[in-house]
Structure formats: C-alpha cells, structure tokens
C-alpha cells in the first residue's frame, strides 16, 4: 500500500511548522517506547533515532529560514 500523508505547497513559515510537528510527534513516539523493560541496546538505538531526527530538524531549520518568505515549498511524505 501507498499514499501520499502530506502534499502540498506551503510557504517557508508553514512547512517549518508542520516539519516541525512531525519530528516532534516521532521523537515522543520514541521515547516513549524507551521503558525499563528495554534492553540497553535497544535503549541507545532510540537515543540515537532522536539525536538523528533532532539534527535533520536543525537543518531543516536552517534551510528554511534561508527560503524567501514569498517563495512557496513543495512538501510530500508518502507513506510505502
């Protein structure tokens, strides 16, 4: 199966937003499944699945805050 969860064109300010809010719910997804019933192993591969997400949300950032304020972006996430 395949869909498309997001496509449209928004301007730098509401894909930053939504990007945002994405990221965000993933990374609370993750921790949450960090519990004391997790093994050490699967522990750092969590850790190191948000220290991921929280640099490509950095640099998402950074890109968009260099997009003209005028300019809309192309945003798509398809779900495989």
Known sequence: ???KLIEGAFDAQ???TLINQLIEV???FLESK???ECTEEDIKNREQ???ALQLHLSEVKQLL???SSSRFLDVELEIK
Do not use: C, L
């Open 65 to 67: 805050n260099k997009a």
């Open 49 to 51: 699945r948000i220290k």
């Open 34 to 36: 960090i519990s004391s």
């Open 14 to 16: 509401e894909a930053q």
């Open 1 to 3: 199966m395949k869909f």
């Open 26 to 28: 993933k990374i609370k």
